[in-house]
Nanobody, 127 residues
Framework: QVQLVESGGGLVQPGGSLSLSCAASGNIFSIIKMAWYRQAPDNGRELVATVTQGGDINYQDSVEGRFTISRDSAGNTVYLHMNNLKPEDTAVYYC?????????????????????WGQGTQVTVSS
């Protein structure tokens, strides 16, 4: 149906930079919103940044000015560029997309809106 495939992440020293990407594919009619979440050990999943189809962008206060979310011109790939990373940014990062999908039914197409999630990628900030 729909797949979100993440790449990037890894180990970086404090103050360093990393970039994540997430590509959506499948029976997509439109991608309404894309976002990055993260989950540190023993913590709940928290919203990091969002970008809408119209280009509205929001950040969690703790990453404002250090992280940049963007989408490619086709709108199917979202990026998270992370600068000046801190140990507290260590977490598994998940891509999320709110997508209107289509499916074939007798007589035409059916449209539905759903949230889809990537598999997660580890970001570790440590010296």
């Amino acid at each position: 149906q729909v797949q979100l495939v993440e790449s990037g992440g890894g180990l970086v020293q404090p103050g360093g930079s990393l970039s994540l990407s997430c590509a959506a594919s499948g029976n997509i009619f439109s991608i309404i919103k894309m976002a990055w979440y993260r989950q540190a050990p023993d913590n709940g999943r928290e919203l990091v940044a969002t970008v809408t189809q119209g280009g509205d962008i929001n950040y969690q206060d703790s990453v404002e000015g250090r992280f940049t979310i963007s989408r490619d011109s086709a709108g199917n790939t979202v990026y998270l560029h992370m600068n000046n990373l801190k140990p507290e940014d260590t977490a598994v990062y998940y891509c999320m997309a709110y997508i209107e999908i289509y499916s074939q039914i007798q007589g035409g197409l059916k449209y539905e809106k759903e949230n889809f999630w990537g598999q997660g990628t580890q970001v570790t900030v440590s010296s």
